[in-house]
């Protein structure tokens, strides 16, 4: 999933990107309203946790597709699949960070990412409490609030500012893998959802390891990350799909992904 320069798919793109902006500034403000005011809390069967807010922001994301692009699927996280997503499918994550959000924790995200007969060709990361908006696409450079970004290019590992998210599930089930990632990188930090791919995107960190993401998790970031000359591929470096397992690493230039993929295959 290569982002060049230039492609037919330049026009499209640019369109549901400015879709997804004016989508994402609406949703900040929903977001932001119940943001620290004590929003209840329940949690799912697999006991992650949903509030009125991650309710609230997706059914207020996909009345708005559905009234700008009434044939399209739409893959939302509290929802599920509505429509025949062989064609046109919008992923969305409302909030994505629903532990940051209910700990008041400013790093909660919204994700939309647009995928195409099966291709992703746009993605948004929207940082409300920031007032960041994170875009790119199928030719079209990635921006971060319409200013262009692009990755740092960083090849060495040992040089390298290395984001381990979802740190406590690694240690549990691949504890080697924690144990070989918390040796190497110049600096390493802990941390979760969106914003260390985001990180990425605008040169700040060098490569982001992560994992137990869904769809909505990763696509908008894979767009957003390739359209800045990045790269972002599953632990044995296949392109991410719908089907992809949740298992992904983020990185700044091949020579460092490639290096990060053995590490995790070591």
Known sequence: MTMTPS??????????????????????????????????????????????????????LKAAIAVRYPDHAILGEETGIEGDCKDHLWVIDPIDGTRSFISGHPLFGMLIAFLSHGQLQAGTISMPALN?????GLGVPATCNGIPIQ????????????????????????????????????????????????????????????????????????????????????????????DSDGAVVSAASPELHATLVDLLNS
């Open 151 to 242: 990755v740092s290019g960083q090849r060495e590992l040992n040089s390298a500012v290395l984001y381990i998210n979802e740190g406590e599930k690694l240690l549990e089930n691949h504890p080697a893998i924690a144990t070989r990632l918390l040796q190497v990188g110049q600096t390493r930090r802990f941390g979760y959802d969106c914003y260390p791919h985001a990180l990425l995107a605008a040169g700040h960190v060098d490569a982001v390891i992560d994992y137990d993401l869904k769809p909505y998790d990763f696509l908008a970031v894979s767009a957003v990350i390739e359209a800045a000359g990045g790269l972002m591929t599953d632990w044995q470096g296949k392109t991410l799909t719908l």
């Open 132 to 136: 960041e908006i994170y875009c790119g």
């Open 7 to 60: 492609t037919p798919e330049r026009p499209v793109t640019e369109k549901i990107l400015q879709d997804c902006v004016a989508w994402a500034e609406l949703s900040a403000s929903t977001a932001l309203s119940f943001f620290r005011q004590g929003t209840a809390v329940d949690f799912k069967a697999d006991l992650s946790p949903v509030t009125l807010a991650d309710q609230t922001v997706e059914r207020e």
